[in-house]
């Protein structure tokens, strides 16, 4: 355990967060994304896993650490619901409130077609897949930077 680090973040979620540079990726998946088929063609090659979490619970704690990208209108995305894109899922609206709290502000994701998706995801730095078996709960995070002291 160390101190002021989320302890729902595992070693290896650690590794691919600190590994990351500004503009690189990440998605944070519910159960049922073809995850491990997806995180092989990732520049991390494997799949990363916090199973025990919710996605809302997986994006705090990720966003604890992880600077959101402020230069771009793609800094969050979330998978459309087929059929009904504008429509917003509860586990899309807890990982956008989880977004908002993170950045201090509301800050609004964008919405990404599901084959789009699955082709973003390919070119993300990583995968993380976790416990959460509501459907829509798929989600593109681009890093950000922290800026120096003043």
Not at 34 to 59: F, H, K, W, Y
């Amino acid at each position: 355990m160390l101190k002021k680090i989320d302890n729902r973040l595992n070693a290896e979620v650690l590794f691919a967060l600190r590994a990351m540079g500004h503009g690189d990726t990440l998605v944070i998946a519910d159960t049922n994304f073809p995850s491990d088929a997806i995180a092989r063609q990732t520049v991390l090659g494997e799949l990363l896993r916090m199973d025990n979490l919710t996605c809302g619970q997986a994006t705090e704690a990720v966003l604890s650490l992880l600077p959101l990208d402020t230069f771009v209108d793609d800094f969050a995305g979330r998978m459309e619901v087929v059929g009904a894109p504008d429509r917003i899922e509860p586990v899309q609206a807890e990982v956008q409130a989880a977004i908002d709290v993170a950045e201090g502000r509301p800050r609004q994701m964008i919405s990404i077609e599901r084959f789009d998706f699955y082709e973003r995801a390919k070119k993300a730095y990583a995968v993380i897949q976790t416990g959460d078996r509501r459907f829509y709960g798929c989600f593109i995070f681009r890093k950000g930077v922290i800026p120096p002291e003043a």
